[in-house]
């Protein structure tokens, strides 16, 4: 009967392999820093293991029998396999043929991850990253879970148990087509913001109300929503050629043409975006470069 490797100690596995090397207990014992003595301990509880000699004796030390000479190579690549998953090398980002799923809203998806995913074409060619739209209301637990890898977030919406690493800061606008009325004012008044309508960008999809009418009804003010999209990435389209205005991230409509972007009635501090991740990713080297790669990108933007 072949046997059991439950019942066999891994740990003599290592000394069998210089015993094939070395042909010899004395010089096994001397690598190893060992007795001699211990040497042949080992060497005997293996052949009450493994049910063979494994080595007999000649006159230029011992000869290992055609069980042992087997063993040797496959053996020898246990080993090493065995060492890679304990004593991790050099990480080196063209080689990592891994995946990472990664969520982050429209608008990081627009202003940061095109970059970002050009320079890990360049720089990691084998790694894959799933993109995934990100659910404020989920994100704790599914980088929990596993499910996420990482996500890139505003920093108030950061669960405690999570990791996170600032990346940037943007600051809301008020954009508008360059043919609207209040694109020719210096100064727009509360009165100018309410009288006309507005859009909302609604991640979850369907929402009229954000926190700008939560501060307009402090002040006992309301705003017509007319429509509400889930992408900031339809706002441009949907501004150009109407009186619709929009509060909305500076970076997606810096720039665009047809389009006005001034400051709005509300004194908004910057919002800061940051990278979150679990702390089970936090320790790997793969991980740990994609997150540096991210924040540098970041800082470019």
């Given at each position: 009967?072949?046997?059991?490797?439950?019942?066999?100690?891994?740990?003599?596995?290592?000394?069998?392999?210089?015993?094939?090397?070395?042909?010899?207990?004395?010089?096994?014992?001397?690598?190893?820093?060992?007795?001699?003595?211990?040497?042949?301990?080992?060497?005997?509880?293996?052949?009450?293991?493994?049910?063979?000699?494994?080595?007999?004796?000649?006159?230029?030390?011992?000869?290992?029998?055609?069980?042992?000479?087997?063993?040797?190579?496959?053996?020898?690549?246990?080993?090493?396999?065995?060492?890679?998953?304990?004593?991790?090398?050099?990480?080196?980002?063209?080689?990592?043929?891994?995946?990472?799923?990664?969520?982050?809203?429209?608008?990081?998806?627009?202003?940061?991850?095109?970059?970002?995913?050009?320079?890990?074409?360049?720089?990691?060619?084998?790694?894959?990253?799933?993109?995934?739209?990100?659910?404020?209301?989920?994100?704790?637990?599914?980088?929990?879970?596993g499910s996420l890898d990482l996500a890139i977030s505003a920093v108030g919406y950061v669960p405690a148990e999570l990791e996170s690493l600032p990346l940037m800061q943007e600051r809301y606008v008020l954009a508008m087509c360059a043919s609207h009325p209040l694109a020719r004012k210096r100064r727009i008044s509360l009165d100018d913001f309410c009288r006309y309508d507005h859009v909302v960008v609604s991640p979850s999809g369907g929402g009229f109300t954000g926190p700008i009418d939560e501060a307009l009804a402090k002040r006992g003010r309301r705003r017509e929503v007319r429509v509400s999209v889930p992408s900031f990435?339809?706002?441009?389209?949907?501004?150009?050629?109407?009186?619709?205005?929009?509060?909305?991230?500076?970076?997606?409509?810096?720039?665009?043409?047809?389009?006005?972007?001034?400051?709005?009635?509300?004194?908004?501090?910057?919002?800061?975006?940051?990278?979150?991740?679990?702390?089970?990713?936090?320790?790997?080297?793969?991980?740990?470069?994609?997150?540096?790669?991210?924040?540098?990108?970041?800082?470019?933007?």
């Amino acid at each position: 009967m072949d046997p059991d490797i439950r019942s066999i100690d891994l740990n003599l596995l290592p000394v069998l392999d210089v015993l094939l090397e070395e042909r010899s207990v004395t010089r096994t014992a001397r690598r190893l820093h060992l007795t001699q003595s211990a040497v042949s301990g080992i060497l005997a509880r293996l052949r009450v293991a493994l049910d063979d000699p494994l080595f007999v004796r000649s006159q230029h030390g011992i000869l290992p029998t055609p069980r042992a000479e087997a063993m040797s190579a496959p053996l020898k690549a246990w080993l090493t396999e065995t060492q890679s998953l304990v004593v991790a090398g050099p990480f080196e980002p063209s080689t990592w043929e891994g995946s990472v799923a990664l969520a982050a809203t429209d608008y990081t998806q627009h202003v940061l991850l095109e970059t970002l995913l050009t320079r890990l074409r360049d720089e990691a060619p084998k790694l894959r990253i799933a993109v995934h739209p990100l659910a404020f209301d989920q994100v704790g637990e599914l980088l929990s879970r596993g499910s996420l890898d990482l996500a890139i977030s505003a920093v108030g919406y950061v669960p405690a148990e999570l990791e996170s690493l600032p990346l940037m800061q943007e600051r809301y606008v008020l954009a508008m087509c360059a043919s609207h009325p209040l694109a020719r004012k210096r100064r727009i008044s509360l009165d100018d913001f309410c009288r006309y309508d507005h859009v909302v960008v609604s991640p979850s999809g369907g929402g009229f109300t954000g926190p700008i009418d939560e501060a307009l009804a402090k002040r006992g003010r309301r705003r017509e929503v007319r429509v509400s999209v889930p992408s900031f990435s339809l706002v441009g389209d949907l501004l150009t050629g109407s009186e619709l205005l929009c509060t909305t991230p500076e970076r997606m409509v810096r720039g665009r043409p047809g389009l006005h972007v001034g400051a709005g009635p509300f004194d908004r501090s910057p919002i800061e975006m940051v990278a979150v991740w679990h702390p089970r990713v936090s320790g790997d080297a793969g991980h740990h470069w994609l997150r540096g790669v991210l924040a540098e990108t970041a800082r470019g933007i």
